[in-house]
T-cell receptor
Framework: NAGVMQNPRHLVRRRGQEARLRCSPM?????VYWYRQLPEEGLKFMVYLQKENIIDESGMPKERFSAEFPKEGPSILRIQQVVRGDSAAYFCASSPPAGLVHFGNGTRLTVT | QKEVEQNSGPLSVPEGAIASLNCTYS??????FFWYRQYSGKSPELIMS????GDKEDGRFTAQLNKASQYVSLLIRDSQPSDSATYLCAVQRDGANSKLTFGKGITLSVRP
């Protein structure tokens, strides 16, 4: 039973480019969460999605960031026009309905 | 006041000792409480969940919850060097399938 799969594991982007992070939840999990972790910081909630719906985006920056979880395929976190401050580890997590949350291995984004 | 607070650490204990990790939270409406372990450069791993006042034991780990004091703790008995990691306290307000709010974590070092 594969866990939460994220790719790529490492992503390098120049300032102004777009970053696209992918997350495939565990089998049977219909809820996806995205978190960001800066060095020496805890995990900060960004967005919670179910298939085709954004349930809670209270942690998403108002500009440049968007997320989707289409009916088919992985969840995508998109960051447009990246800046150096976007450099962080981005973790995806998933859960079944009324279940425990499990994390993927993360994508380390470096903006140069 | 931060939503979830953990002692800044780091915490160092000798092998075989009991490690005590503490966490307080500000939202009295919180319903579910979790401890995650995160090794350096890795993803958070769920190790304990607790939902009602009292103690919950799982192997060498005991979680303690006191909702009146808004306090949750994790005890690790017979600490091993392999327990050396960052421990993240997480709180969930609205029950399953809502966001987790994390503390900054505390780094535990177990000395051989």
């Amino acid at each position: 039973n594969a866990g939460v799969m994220q790719n790529p594991r490492h992503l390098v982007r120049r300032r102004g480019q777009e970053a696209r992070l992918r997350c495939s939840p565990m089998k049977g999990h219909s809820h996806v969460y995205w978190y960001r972790q800066l060095p020496e910081e805890g995990l900060k909630f960004m967005v919670y999605l179910q298939k085709e719906n954004i349930i809670d985006e209270s942690g998403m920056p108002k500009e440049r960031f968007s997320a989707e979880f289409p009916k088919e395929g992985p969840s995508i976190l998109r960051i447009q026009q990246v800046v150096r401050g976007d450099s962080a580890a981005y973790f995806c997590a998933s859960s079944p309905p009324a279940g425990l949350v499990h994390f993927g291995n993360g994508t380390r984004l470096t903006v140069t | 006041q931060k939503e979830v607070e953990q002692n800044s650490g780091p915490l160092s204990v000798p092998e075989g000792a009991i490690a005590s990790l503490n966490c307080t939270y500000s939202d009295r409406g919180s319903q579910s409480f979790f401890w995650y372990r995160q090794y350096s450069g890795k993803s958070p791993e769920l190790i304990m969940s607790i939902y009602s006042n009292g103690d919950k034991e799982d192997g060498r780990f005991t979680a303690q919850l006191n909702k009146a004091s808004q306090y949750v703790s994790l005890l690790i008995r017979d600490s091993q060097p392999s327990d050396s990691a960052t421990y993240l306290c997480a709180v969930q307000r609205d029950g399953a399938n809502s966001k987790l709010t994390f503390g900054k974590g505390i780094t535990l070092s177990v000395r051989p």
